[in-house]
């Protein structure tokens, strides 16, 4: 109806250019035609403090959603969600999300889907910063709330990683205590669906997975990872199944780019390619929607497996081999760093701004961990040490911190066993190339023909040619752009996906710089940031 708000249909974007939308999803083709960003479809929710139920509650309040033009200058997230204005005052308000959910419960006239909604919604507000929506691209949890007939299976497994989180941030052991049994019941759920024909192909069966996989990295009910290596094992299986086409748009396509970088990470872990490396699934996924920056560099980011494997494999050859092979690994190790050389090169070009810039690093005290009793002679314990990392890194963005962040913890990787590998090269060269000649010599003794000399000055070519390793020997400046980073993606402001950007690339750091005896006092750091993270609610990095 033309003239009534809120009536329009129509894309976030469209809307705000006055222009008609085809409602096409995930993208709509008017976006997609005139090179914009599509938002989506989805509305922002305002919520508002009762301040009857304030006072009569001696200053916590309940929450509930109203129309825009009763806002008030207080973004939406802060104004109602109680974990975000905490976070700007730099204090926790407990009390507040639990009257939130407390009075979603007790409300009889709340029909499932609304509570599923609110619930969830409250979640994504205390865990993603409104600011950061656009950097981060779409997220597949955002996309839950809009969905209107969600599977069983979906809908609880999405409860159970909600009410985790909001149990956890407002230490509300009655909150996890029903995630877990959420969870559970999910689990049962999710069962049913992989053994319905209907069912099991679905996006939000394959979404289900991802749900109950993030709710171990955050709880580790099992006590382990078995859990988690499970619901991964079981991600994995599913996606197979499906193909590529079916990961080419909406739920299905953005859970699977969570997918993709879940698996790898796990891949690196293990020294294993998978197939997700293979071109099928680094090109038909993105038929209908254009790759991000993060995309493009995860393409290459996928190299890496294989390239430690292949370096695993070394310690199983004899000595000639093993410089032919480490020959081969320094080669493709150089085209990979020309590939990620173009690629910053792109990004740097693209970019409106600085990618990021130095800042004096604040110093912060409440980040050191109440359980850490070790004290180290004159180093300090705060998890922002000044007299380590006197200067801290800072982005435009958290879409550009991700990128940027683990570009630089895959070249301090990278760089760092290209180092190891010419140091190999060079030990193995004079007992290879000895024991070649004295073969050639025991042959031509013998009026024998063979190739071992051929052999040996391709290899004495291939050594010459090895190039010059040049900036790239101080690898270690790339694992402390990833340090500098720390700071600013535990800001508060940053809520819980900003502290979520950290392990992976830190844990790459640590792998890498810890047979160094240099940077022991950085790896050490290093640590003690992964354990405050884990205290902050991501269990499975104790």
């Not at 204090?91 to 999300?97: H, K, L, M, W």
């Not at 990128?403 to 895959?410: D, H, R, S």
């Not at 180092?419 to 000649?437: G, H, M, R």
Request: charged residues 20%; aromatic residues 8%; negative net charge.
């Amino acid at each position: 109806m033309v003239g009534v708000a809120g009536k329009s249909k129509g894309c976030n974007t469209c809307r705000k250019r006055k222009v008609a939308c085809d409602l096409q999803r995930p993208q709509c083709s008017q976006c997609i035609k005139s090179n914009r960003v599509c938002t989506g479809y989805q509305r922002k929710r305002i919520f508002i403090f009762h301040r009857e139920t304030q006072q009569k509650d001696h200053g916590s309040a309940s929450c509930s959603s109203t129309s825009p033009e009763a806002r008030s200058t207080t973004s939406p997230c802060q104004e109602g969600n109680p974990a975000m204005s905490s976070h700007s005052r730099g204090r926790r308000a407990f009390p507040r999300t639990r009257n939130q959910i407390a009075s979603f419960q007790s409300n009889a006239n709340l029909s499932p889907i609304a509570y599923r909604k609110q619930i969830f919604n409250a979640y994504l507000c205390s865990h993603i910063p409104p600011s950061q929506l656009q950097s981060l691209g779409t997220l597949w949890t955002a996309l839950v709330p809009e969905l209107v007939s969600p599977t069983e299976a979906l809908e609880t497994s999405s409860l159970a990683l909600a009410t985790s989180k909001l149990g956890r941030l407002n230490d509300d052991p009655v909150l996890t205590r029903e995630s877990l049994r959420l969870y559970t019941l999910a689990l049962r759920q999710l069962q049913k669906a992989l053994w319905d024909p209907a069912l099991m192909y679905k996006d939000e069966t394959l979404a289900a997975c991802m749900a109950l996989a993030m709710y171990e990295i955050m709880e580790c009910p099992s006590g382990d990872q078995q859990g988690y290596m499970s619901h991964c094992d079981g991600l994995d299986k599913l996606v197979q199944l499906r193909g590529p086409e079916a990961h080419i748009e909406g739920l299905g396509h953005h859970v699977f780019l969570a997918f993709r970088v879940h698996s790898t990470l796990q891949d690196l872990n293990r020294h294993s390619p998978s197939y997700l490396s293979s071109s099928e699934w680094t090109s038909v996924p993105w038929a209908n929607i254009p790759k991000t920056e993060f995309d493009q560099f995860f393409d290459i980011f996928l190299n890496a497996p294989a390239t430690l494997q292949a370096v695993d494999q070394l310690d199983a050859t004899e000595p000639p081999e093993r410089l032919r092979i480490t020959l081969r690994i320094i080669e493709s190790c150089w085209a990979l760093d020309s590939e990620l050389a173009r690629f910053y090169e792109n990004i740097e070009k693209t970019s409106l701004g600085p990618l990021y810039w130095p800042e004096f690093a604040k110093p912060r005290s409440h980040w050191k961990s109440q359980q850490d009793d070790s004290h180290d002679g004159n180093e300090n314990n705060d998890l922002n040490d000044i007299d380590l990392f006197p200067i801290s890194l800072h982005f435009p963005n958290l879409g550009t911190a991700r990128t940027v962040i683990l570009y630089w913890a895959t070249l301090a990787m990278l760089w760092s066993g290209l180092y190891q590998l010419t140091l190999l090269v060079y030990a193995l060269k004079d007992s290879v190339l000895e024991s070649n000649i004295n073969n050639e010599n025991e042959l031509e003794l013998e009026h024998e023909t063979s190739d071992v000399d051929t052999d040996t000055a391709d290899l004495e070519f291939a050594i010459a040619r090895l190039r010059p390793l040049g900036h790239r020997k101080d690898f270690a400046s790339m694992a402390r752009n990833v340090c500098q980073s720390v700071e600013y993606c535990m800001q508060d402001e940053m809520l819980g996906i900003g502290p979520l950007l950290i392990p992976a690339p830190l844990g790459i750091v640590i792998d890498t710089m810890k047979g160094y005896e240099s940077f022991q006092r950085e790896v050490r750091w290093a640590k003690k940031v992964m354990k405050k993270i884990s205290e902050g609610g991501l269990k499975m990095l104790e």
